[in-house]
């Protein structure tokens, strides 16, 4: 059964700080991997998906990475800014399975 | 494109009263996946389905809740007998493509939620 956990729990950047964000997960056997932002009292928007085939997708400042013979996925935001507060969530699709979502990295970026 | 619409937004029950969640996926999307979260806790997958099919209700509990996708309209997610414990947010996500098929599975889209309360 696939699990999936995110590091750190919590993030508190001043703004224009470069930052990681990181996903792990324990069955390599995925179709891909999803990064979502939830803002608070709202639904999640989808921000990459990266596919099993791919190491990397890029959308503006974000870009995700994917190995998936470590079982890990990172998603570093550039420049980062106040507008960038939210909670951020992994979702890994894998076989014979539905999506799995991580817990989320809560992140604020200070003024 | 209209993306995916959930209704209502917020709702309040008393405890022993039925609540009813409706779905609406996007265009062209034939594939609805329902989740609940709870206050500080992750989303928890409920159930999965096609046009009327279920594909996979593991997450869902065995009594009180029920899910359907009818060929048309929403998809409803049915909470008989309300509990307190059923306060949380009901979210509700689609994708084009099956998500247990061929590589290049399809992405997943959310609506913005439906958060029930229980007295």
């Known amino acids: 059964k696939q699990e999936v956990t995110q590091i750190p729990a919590a993030l508190s950047v001043p703004e224009g700080e470069n930052l990681v964000l990181n996903c792990s997960f324990t069955?390599?056997?995925?179709?891909?991997l999803q990064w979502f932002r939830q803002d608070p009292g709202k639904g999640l928007t989808s921000l990459l998906l990266i596919q099993s085939s791919q190491r990397e997708q890029t959308s503006g400042r974000l870009n995700a990475s994917l190995d998936k013979s470590s079982g890990r996925s990172t998603l570093y935001i550039a420049a980062s800014q106040p507008g960038d507060s939210a909670t951020y969530l992994c979702a890994v699709n894998s076989y014979g399975q539905n999506f799995v979502f991580g817990p989320g990295t809560r992140l604020s970026v200070l003024p | 494109n209209a993306g995916v619409m959930q209704n209502p937004r917020h709702l309040v029950r008393r405890r022993g009263q039925e609540a009813r969640l409706r779905c609406s996926p996007m265009k062209g999307h034939s594939h609805v996946y329902w989740y609940r979260q709870l206050p500080e806790e992750g989303l928890k997958f409920m159930v999965y389905?096609?046009?009327?099919?279920?594909?996979?209700e593991s997450g869902m509990p065995k009594e009180r809740f029920s899910a359907e996708f009818p060929k048309e309209g929403p998809s409803i997610l049915r909470i008989q007998q309300v509990v307190r414990g059923d306060s949380a947010a009901y979210f509700c996500a689609s994708s084009e493509l099956s998500p247990r098929g061929a590589p290049n599975t399809g992405e997943l889209f959310f609506g913005e939620g439906s958060r029930l309360t229980v007295l």
């Open positions: 069955d390599s056997a995925i179709y891909n």
């Open positions: 389905l096609q046009k009327e099919n279920i594909i996979d």
